[in-house]
């Protein structure tokens, strides 16, 4: 704070997160469903003004490192991020970006872009590689990825599993 500087405090949002009800689980119906519900819920427990939002959390994507819809959502997440800013929400994305999963396409078709013998085991989906972002290339990519996703109206990114940028490779 700057000496003298005036601050003028804003309410925290509040809202609903897909992966305290659903987990990995969740769809577009499901996340449809809920936007509704939360507010009704939670509009008359805070102050007037208080932002909500609609936090869409892990199985959206294709796979971890193939951060593109997959087909539980078939509106895309702009398409949902849109139409849930029609109804009053900010918008909120869940995204692993230094994990990738061994079967995904980023590193079927980049193994250049993984640290070299550097791996995480996830509980449930099992193998993950680490995104190299010291490499140009997937450092970009990276960027393209969060570029795209802020572009389909999302700003709020929940970032998960960044310990993995600390493990050692070759």
């Known amino acids: 704070k700057k000496t003298g500087a ?5 309410p925290a ?45 892990d199985g959206w994507q294709k796979a971890w490192g193939d951060w593109e819809p997959n087909a539980k959502f078939p509106s ?11 109804q009053g929400f900010r918008t909120g994305v869940w995204l692993a970006p230094l994990l990738v999963d061994e079967e995904s396409e980023t ?5 250049d872009w993984l640290v070299g013998n550097a ?14 972002v010291t490499r140009p290339e997937a450092a970009q990519h990276l960027a393209q990825v969060i570029s795209q996703i802020v572009g389909w109206g999302y700003d ?3 970032i998960d599993f960044l310990f993995a940028g600390t493990f050692e490779g070759q």
């Open 6 to 10: 005036k601050s003028t405090p804003r």
């Open 107 to 111: 590193a079927k078709a980049h193994p």
């Open 156 to 158: 709020l990114l929940k």
């Open 76 to 86: 895309g997440l702009s398409g949902l991020a849109n139409d849930l800013k029609a």
């Open 119 to 132: 791996s995480y085991k996830h509980g449930k989906h099992g193998k993950m590689h680490v995104l190299d």
């Open 13 to 57: 949002s509040a809202g609903w997160n897909s992966w305290y009800d659903l987990w990995d689980d969740v769809d577009e119906t499901a996340v449809r469903e809920n936007g509704p519900l939360a507010k009704e819920v939670l509009a008359p427990l805070l102050p007037s003004g208080t932002p909500l939002r609609i936090v869409v959390d």
